[in-house]
């Protein structure tokens, strides 16, 4: 594997019974890049997300992440290879109980041996790289969706990770936060210099977000490009949905593995 590919999934298949949802799936992502999975509802953006992160394991392939084979590691040495990752989980998934800079320090309490200081203190820096200075003590009820979200990536990025992982970062939010959650992505990844993997259905998200785009379909990556290469694609099934036709090739049923 060349060394400027940080994560590669190579025949990676995966079925839950009779649904088989991955099949033969093909995917690299190179150090400093944000690529971007889309694909219908249902076609295995989360699993893949999953596989990405250890929390799945495949039934053939492999998942590589800076060389080596997760999908080979115990669960021991997989907790070390997360803590290369962030994840913005796409409702934020914060804790209703804890306040603002409990929910963002969750990590660093359990995960280092900082005292409360000091978590507070860095708590309070990844809150001001994500523009939310001085809501430490708020609860999420107290929080617009679109704080929430800033909130969750504040998270996710408490722990300095190597890559972050995008569950569908703007569903819930109107067009005006989601551009500009989308733009805080990109101004984060450069600040930081992460690596990013994102799904999305979005595709005002994904162009503006994206490096690459990757089309996921029955199980596969169809095509890799750039935004301009899948805005003019002459791939008929890419084409029918980053243009969110409903004449085409792929079908409403297809929409439901």
């Not at 990405?52 to 997989?78: F, M, N, W």
């Not at 009820?141 to 979200?149: C, D, R, V, Y």
């Not at 029918?240 to 593995?257: D, H, K, L, M, N």
């Given at each position: 594997?060349s060394?400027?590919?940080?994560?590669?999934?190579?025949?990676?298949?995966?079925s839950?019974?009779?649904?088989?949802?991955?099949?033969?799936?093909?995917?690299e992502?190179?150090?400093?890049e944000?690529?971007?999975v889309?694909?219908?509802s249902?076609t295995?953006k989360?699993v893949?997300?999953?596989?990405?992160?250890g929390?799945?394991?495949?039934?053939?392939?492999?998942?590589?992440?800076d060389?080596?084979d997760?999908?080979?590691?115990?669960?021991t040495?997989?907790v070390k290879?997360?803590?290369k990752?962030?994840?913005?989980?796409?409702?934020?998934?914060?804790?209703?109980?804890?306040?603002?800079?409990?929910?963002?320090?969750?990590g660093?309490?359990e995960?280092?041996?900082?005292?409360?200081?000091?978590?507070?203190?860095?708590v309070?820096?990844?809150?001001a790289?994500?523009?939310l200075?001085?809501?430490?003590?708020?609860?999420?009820?107290?929080?617009?969706?679109?704080?929430?979200?800033?909130?969750?990536?504040a998270?996710?990025?408490?722990?300095d990770p190597?890559?972050?992982?995008?569950?569908?970062?703007?569903?819930?939010?109107?067009?005006?936060?989601?551009?500009?959650?989308?733009?805080?992505?990109?101004e984060?990844?450069?600040?930081?210099?992460t690596?990013?993997?994102?799904?999305?259905?979005?595709?005002?998200?994904?162009?503006?977000?994206?490096?690459?785009i990757?089309m996921?379909?029955?199980?596969?990556?169809i095509?890799?490009?750039?935004?301009?290469?899948?805005?003019?694609?002459d791939?008929?099934?890419?084409r029918?949905?980053?243009?969110?036709?409903a004449?085409?090739?792929?079908?409403?049923?297809?929409?439901?593995?």
């Amino acid at each position: 594997m060349s060394a400027d590919i940080l994560i590669q999934t190579v025949d990676l298949y995966k079925s839950f019974g009779d649904k088989h949802v991955l099949q033969g799936l093909n995917l690299e992502i190179r150090r400093g890049e944000t690529m971007v999975v889309i694909g219908g509802s249902g076609t295995g953006k989360s699993v893949l997300l999953k596989h990405v992160i250890g929390l799945l394991r495949p039934d053939s392939g492999q998942v590589i992440v800076d060389g080596q084979d997760i999908t080979k590691l115990r669960e021991t040495a997989l907790v070390k290879v997360r803590h290369k990752f962030g994840m913005l989980f796409q409702g934020a998934a914060l804790f209703d109980s804890l306040s603002v800079w409990e929910n963002v320090g969750f990590g660093l309490m359990e995960h280092t041996k900082l005292k409360k200081a000091e978590i507070r203190e860095r708590v309070a820096e990844k809150l001001a790289v994500v523009g939310l200075s001085g809501i430490e003590d708020l609860r999420p009820a107290e929080l617009s969706g679109g704080m929430k979200k800033r909130v969750g990536l504040a998270r996710a990025i408490a722990l300095d990770p190597e890559i972050l992982l995008y569950d569908e970062p703007t569903t819930g939010l109107d067009p005006i936060m989601a551009d500009a959650i989308n733009d805080l992505i990109v101004e984060t990844k450069h600040k930081l210099k992460t690596t990013g993997l994102a799904i999305t259905h979005d595709m005002a998200s994904a162009y503006k977000i994206g490096d690459r785009i990757a089309m996921l379909y029955k199980g596969k990556i169809i095509q890799v490009g750039t935004p301009e290469e899948i805005k003019n694609t002459d791939n008929l099934f890419v084409r029918q949905f980053v243009t969110g036709s409903a004449v085409g090739p792929i079908t409403r049923g297809e929409q439901a593995i």
